[in-house]
């Protein structure tokens, strides 16, 4: 008997799978790599181990130690190494194990990679993705909980993003590596597991741009923007207001460089009040870029200043304190209070 | 120098290694009961090569630490209740509970600092080692890393510097066969990492790490070169971490054959039975001192946990003290008023 056809619906179920943004990312690292063979996966302990977030789980055992290369501790050789290869048509996705390793990686990163295009007017181009595992709430310490994106972001030639839940994990992944620029993949660690933030990721669907922001909550009271780690205190923020009758819009910036703040344009010349929330400490950061854009754009809008929350200016502090440290529901509302009562 | 027949020293390098093993186990416990936070690396199966090491060392000597760094902290004669407050985030901690376990420094025993980076330490070690050179001292450093470390770019860059200057550095490393799920088979190219000595002109050689004494001789040979201008050397030792890198690991990459097979050579059981005799030596120790260093061990680290216990917690209203220097301009030309 044959089988019947599937009608559109079940194609659809059969692409749709609920994941967490950990298994999002993994899933869309798998599926880059079977639409291309020039895609590999390097970095430390990402091949039989899968990495110690477990999110190139698999990836060795089905795509072979010649595409998934586990690397000795050396980050910038593996950064080094992945431009040559993007130089020689690879499509090389390295991984940093935690954030706070990257900076021997550093000079590769801003000296070469960032650069090459420019350097040689595009004869050379690197579209080399490194995936950082960045943020707080994990119970970790200095070097494994803290949020260095802004010091990427400063430097032209990259492209930085960072995902908030698992439809952008998957797509954020598939349109990195499909990328010609190098991208800087930064993923909240602690929010690779989480249940509640589960999604269905309908790998047949269309994705918005990779270097978009989007509004996830309607409101006209005041807007929120955040960015991955930080987007579920921003939306939580959001439904506390709401009990209190006001309605708050929150932004997702998804892509940190380039900026998209066209949509936070929009959103403030509506609400007036700004709250821009973030883990890294708030000095030459990039809250600091979008208050100050925004007060360039939307000057005559504001009702009340630019409110950041963000991570101190301290280094990361013990486990112990670091729900000091981290912006939580409180100090959120606390900037939202502060921009109405204005 | 002998360890196994002198009193004094076995009895000394072996409540060494048992206050490392019951601190090490003592973390993992208070890790898995949820009363510690952070990150823990134990170097349980490792004693003998920070006790070895630092019993080379005299005072005023100092050592740059990793990671894994308890054992070298404990062996150069830190505080265990500083220590353990350190690891339960309390004000009496060596670092007020800021730094944790992977970043005591006890500038009073010469502890330059544990690290988070790996081989963050080794160009630091060498910076040491040219100030000691700078002002005139005698003093040597020694630079503790594992196998993974060697493959770091700073690494490279701090050996070379300690050797084109010549500088009083013993580098150490404890080569306990993994980075991590990285094997050393599979991460150098070499068949031994003292092979990389060499290549920057300095002394290595290949040690057992698990025999206190071997790792002393060694370490007193690099030492005594230093201390006399003769410039660093590198010491690897062989070794092995029986538990996981940290508390998550799982351990895929390694056979429970080979884990077992290396606990069966515990740096531990060895040494109590050199002591008290098994060769042609006289025994250095009786059971009972056997029995008295066990002893001493195990109180200390019960005493080091209730006093770290009893102490204040790390405050979170000084959470952002000491990320400058206390107020004070510098004048320029100078040092501060
Ligand atoms: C620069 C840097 N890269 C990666 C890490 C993550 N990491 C911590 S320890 C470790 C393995 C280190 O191996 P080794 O130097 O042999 O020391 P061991 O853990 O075996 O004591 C890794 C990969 C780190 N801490 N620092």
């Given at each position: 008997m044959a089988a019947p056809a599937a009608s559109p619906v079940d194609t659809q179920a059969a692409n749709t799978q609920t994941m967490t943004i950990g298994k999002a990312l993994n899933n869309g690292l798998r599926a880059a790599m079977e639409a291309d063979p020039k895609v590999l996966v390097m970095g430390e302990d990402v091949g039989k181990l899968g990495g110690v977030f477990r999110v190139t789980d698999g990836l060795q055992k089905d795509f072979g130690e010649h595409r998934v290369l586990d690397t000795p501790l050396a980050e910038s050789g593996i950064v080094g190494t992945a431009i040559g290869l993007a130089v020689r048509g690879f499509r090389p996705v390295c991984e940093i194990?935690?954030?706070?390793?990257i900076f021997p990686a550093f000079d590769q990163i801003s000296s070469q990679l960032a650069k090459l295009r420019y350097r040689t007017q595009g004869k050379l181009k690197a579209p080399v993705v490194i995936r950082v595992p960045f943020g707080g709430g994990i119970g970790a310490v200095e070097h494994h909980s803290e949020s260095p994106e802004s010091l990427f972001s400063h430097i032209p030639g990259l492209k930085v993003v960072s995902c908030s839940n698992p439809v952008d994990a998957y797509w954020m992944m598939r349109q990195a590596i499909s990328s010609d620029d190098p991208v800087m993949v930064f993923e909240p660690k602690k929010l690779y597991h989480s249940s509640a933030l589960k999604a269905p990721v309908d790998t047949t669907a269309t994705p918005d741009p990779l270097h978009s922001s989007r509004v996830v909550r309607h409101g006209d009271a005041a807007t929120i923007a955040a960015y991955g780690p930080s987007l579920p205190v921003a939306l939580d923020a959001a439904t506390a207001a709401q009990e209190e009758g006001r309605s708050l819009e929150v932004i997702d910036l998804r892509t940190l460089s380039p900026l998209d703040l066209g949509p936070v344009f929009e959103s403030v010349r509506r609400t007036g009040r700004l709250v821009v929330v973030s883990e890294?400490?708030?000095?030459?950061s990039l809250t600091s870029e979008v208050a100050a854009r925004v007060q360039q754009e939307c000057f005559y809008s504001l009702e009340a200043p630019v409110q950041r929350v963000t991570g101190f200016d301290t280094p990361y502090p013990p486990a112990k304190l670091e729900e000091h440290f981290l912006p939580d529901l409180d100090r959120v509302l606390y900037a939202v209070d502060n921009a109405l009562e204005w | 120098m002998t360890l196994t027949t002198e009193a004094d020293r076995a009895k000394h390098a072996l409540t060494t290694m048992w206050t490392i093993r019951r601190f090490e186990e003592a973390v993992d416990d208070m890790f898995a009961r949820g009363l510690m936070h952070g990150t823990m690396h134990l170097s349980i199966g490792q004693e003998a090569v920070p006790t070895g090491a630092c019993m080379a060392l005299s005072e005023g000597d100092y050592i740059t630490s990793t990671h894994r760094g308890h054992g070298h902290c404990i062996a150069k004669g830190a505080k265990l209740d500083a220590m353990m407050a350190e690891l339960l985030a309390k004000?009496?901690?060596?670092?007020r509970g800021r730094g944790g376990s992977m970043h005591i420094a006890d500038v009073a025993t010469g502890n330059l600092g544990a690290n988070g980076i790996v081989a963050g330490g080794v160009p630091i070690a060498a910076g040491a080692g040219l100030a000691v050179r700078m002002r005139g001292g005698s003093e040597v450093v020694v630079s503790f890393f594992g196998d993974g470390a060697v493959n770091e770019g700073a690494w490279h860059e701090g050996v070379n510097l300690a050797a084109i200057w010549d500088l009083p550095v013993v580098f150490v490393c404890e080569n306990n066969r993994y980075g991590m799920s990285m094997s050393v088979d599979r991460a150098f190219n070499v068949d031994t990492l003292a092979e990389r000595a060499r290549g920057y002109g300095i002394p290595g050689v290949t040690v057992d790490g698990n025999d206190p004494q071997t790792v002393y001789d060694a370490v007193a040979d690099a030492v005594r070169r230093a201390r006399s201008g003769g410039g660093p050397s590198f010491v690897e030792a062989l070794t092995y971490r029986w538990?996981?890198?940290?508390?998550?690991?799982?351990?895929?990459?390694?056979?429970r054959e080979e884990i077992e097979s290396w606990r069966e050579r515990d740096p531990i059981a060895a040494f109590e039975a050199a002591v008290t005799g098994g060769g042609a030596t006289a025994p250095a120790l009786s059971e009972s001192d056997v029995e008295e260093c066990r002893a001493l061990a195990r109180d200390r680290v019960r005493e080091a946990i209730r006093t770290a216990n009893a102490a204040p917690d790390a405050d979170a209203a000084t959470l952002t003290d000491a990320v400058y220097a206390p107020a004070g301009e510098p004048i320029a030309g100078g040092t501060r008023a």
């Open positions: 194990q935690f954030e706070g390793f890294a400490s708030s000095e030459v | 004000e009496t901690g060596y670092c538990k996981g890198h940290s508390k998550s690991d799982k351990n895929l990459y390694r056979t």
